[in-house]
């Protein structure tokens, strides 16, 4: 998706401003489990569905907050972080995290992005920042808020 008018020219006439919602997206056990193999990262709380049930405060298995976190660098491209006139958009960093509410297996979530702030680089690189609100279908609080930084190059 494109933004209108979103260039790396007129990139600063859109800080504090959002620049749009993703689509919904299913945070499914599949989608668990294989964060879970690619990082080692296999507590029970997040693939043991039957311990879950049964010892877990949730009731059911829960996303690990770094797979709710690894979804944003997709949800910023579909919303049109990186501008067509940029021939490359890289993570930088974070700013802030915090995890806020657990997704539950079988949940939809989606990102609310702001831009937050554009630093103008040598070589045609601008830093920016955005806010990021990992919304989770059917709960009040946020999943996640994060102010990531993104290196957009001309």
Known sequence: MSICEYS????????????????????????IDAFAQCTGDRQWIHVDAER????????CTIAHGYLTLSLLGAFAIEIGLIPEDASAGLNYGLDKVRFMTPVKAGARVRNRITLAS???????RVIVKTLNELQIE??????LIAETLAMLVA
Do not use: C, H, M
Not at 118 to 124: P, Q
Not at 138 to 143: H, R, V
């Open 8 to 31: 790396l020219a007129t990139i600063d006439e859109f800080v504090g401003r959002e620049l749009g919602v993703s689509n919904w997206v299913l945070v499914d056990q599949a989608s």
């Open 52 to 59: 879950a049930k049964r010892d877990s405060p949730y009731g």
């Open 138 to 143: 059917g709960e009040e609080k946020p999943a």
């Open 118 to 124: 554009v630093e103008k680089k040598d070589g045609g």
